[in-house]
Each structure stands twice: as structure tokens, then as C-alpha cells.
């Protein structure tokens, strides 16, 4: 069974920086494709990072350059380092493969706010 545990999230003030992690469990970790998604309350999840099992990287639009995913495949863990927050990226943030078939994790919230 796959587990998906993510954490680092806090409340922070804009132009504040967070750092997530993301272990993953029962899994041939360093075969997939991860990516970072993330569920802003009343919308749809989307996906804003993802980094291949050969370490390509991609972002959406709204926050690439400031936001950066990496992965360590010794440790299972991906991560999303998170610069210049602003207060559209508050919603709670979830890792999972590329395309997602994993059992979501309880993801991990981010707040932007003064």
C-alpha cells in the first residue's frame, strides 16, 4: 500500500517562503514521475510542479520562477521549495505521481497572509 505523507506547510506573509516535503512509501519511487498539486478552497485541484524520473522539470504558468520541485530517490522524498508566496497560492498542497494513481495523502495547508 502506497503512503503519501506531506508536511512543511504553515501560514506565512506575503513575499514569505516555505519549504514542503513529500516521503513516499511502498512505491518504486525513483520510477515515477512526481508531481506537486494543490486544492485552493471552492476550486479544483491543479497541478503546479512536476519533475520526471530523469529529473525534467515543469510548472504552471502562475508560479514558475517561484516555486522549485526536486526529489531525492535515496530518501523517497520529493520537494517544492516555495519563494515570493502570495495570497492566491493559499490552499493545501498534495503530492502524488504523474498522472496521479496514487491513494492521496492528507495533504499539507499553506496560508498566505498578512
Known amino acids: 500500500q502506497v503512503q503519501l505523507v506531506e508536511s512543511g506547510g504553515g501560514l506565512v506573509q506575503p513575499g514569505g517562503s516555505l519549504r514542503l516535503s513529500c516521503v513516499v512509501s511502498g512505491s518504486l519511487f525513483s520510477s515515477n514521475g512526481m508531481g506537486w498539486y494543490r486544492q485552493a478552497p471552492g476550486k479544483q485541484r491543479e497541478r503546479v510542479a512536476t519533475i520526471s524520473n530523469s529529473y525534467y522539470t515543469n510548472y504552471a504558468d502562475s508560479v514558475k520562477g517561484r516555486f522549485t520541485i526536486s526529489r531525492d530517490n535515496a530518501k523517497n522524498t520529493v520537494y517544492l521549495e516555495m519563494i515570493s508566496l502570495k495570497p492566491e497560492d493559499t490552499a493545501v498542497y498534495y503530492c502524488?505521481?504523474?498522472?496521479?494513481?496514487?491513494?492521496w495523502g492528507q495533504g499539507t495547508q499553506v496560508t498566505v497572509s498578512s
Open positions: 502524488n505521481a504523474l498522472p496521479p494513481f496514487y491513494p
